[in-house]
């Protein structure tokens, strides 16, 4: 069992016998205190060939706003996106970006009407395509180095994907279509989107573009760099 991506928690529940391997000292605490023995060994986004990348868009911003999963669908999916494609139309144009990326989860991309209505705004709308497509990690890190900004309206692995790579982030814009279950508290994920929780657990990472700054430090300790293992600790261990 590996963590898959960044989490504030991780639920351990159901996972002795099986190893598991985390990311950072967050996820290793969490499992630990749920006596679920745990192996760090950083996120699989450090392993990554450092392939250089040919194309960069100049003055450009790439968005990856919170998305729908299978178990927890987006409310209001095309109406939330409006929203928040509306609050990147008026960034793009108050701060002169000559490109807005949208980068959305697979499930979100393939609603026909969510994508038309983003390029509607005129933004460019991509994925990174099935979550567990071998080339995903690679597709992910190619579109941000080709572009000068990062940005979400959540804390999310993107940012953190970002931060390590030495791009400068920024969480804002509304979460609309999930502002009701998040004051419902419904799921423990939505305080990811939280404003107060984010201000409380990482006060460093910046709320607006004007803002916005490389993290090079917090990506490296949210992502494990420090426990990154040799191809042979590896093999060992796995």
Request: glycine share 8%; aromatic share 10%; proline share 6%.
């Amino acid at each position: 069992q590996g963590q898959h991506g960044w989490t504030p928690e991780f639920a351990g529940r159901g996972l002795n016998p099986m190893p598991v391997y985390a990311w950072n000292d967050r996820t290793w605490q969490a499992l630990d205190a749920q006596n679920v023995v745990a192996e760090r060994i950083g996120a699989p986004f450090l392993y990554l060939p450092q392939d250089p990348i040919e194309t960069h868009v100049q003055n450009s911003l790439i968005a990856f706003p919170m998305h729908s999963t299978p178990g927890y669908p987006f409310e209001n999916r095309l109406a939330g996106m409006e929203e928040y494609a509306k609050w990147l139309s008026e960034l793009r144009q108050t701060h002169g970006l000559s490109q807005v990326t949208v980068c959305l989860a697979l499930i979100d991309y393939s609603d026909f009407a969510v994508v038309a209505m983003l390029r509607r705004y005129g933004h460019v709308v991509a994925t990174c395509g099935a979550q567990f497509d071998t080339a995903y990690l690679v597709r992910q890190r190619a579109f941000m180095l080709q572009h000068d900004v990062v940005t979400s309206n959540s804390v999310c692995t993107a940012i953190f994907y970002a931060a390590a790579l030495g791009r400068p982030v920024f969480i804002s814009g509304p979460v609309a279509g999930r502002v009701e279950k998040l004051a419902r508290g419904e799921h423990i994920a939505m305080q990811v989107a939280d404003p107060q929780w984010i201000s409380s657990a990482f006060p460093q990472i910046p709320r607006g573009i004007e803002q916005a700054k490389a993290l090079a430090e917090l990506g490296d300790r949210e992502l494990g760099m420090e426990y990154r293992k040799s191809p042979w600790e590896l093999w060992s261990l796995l």
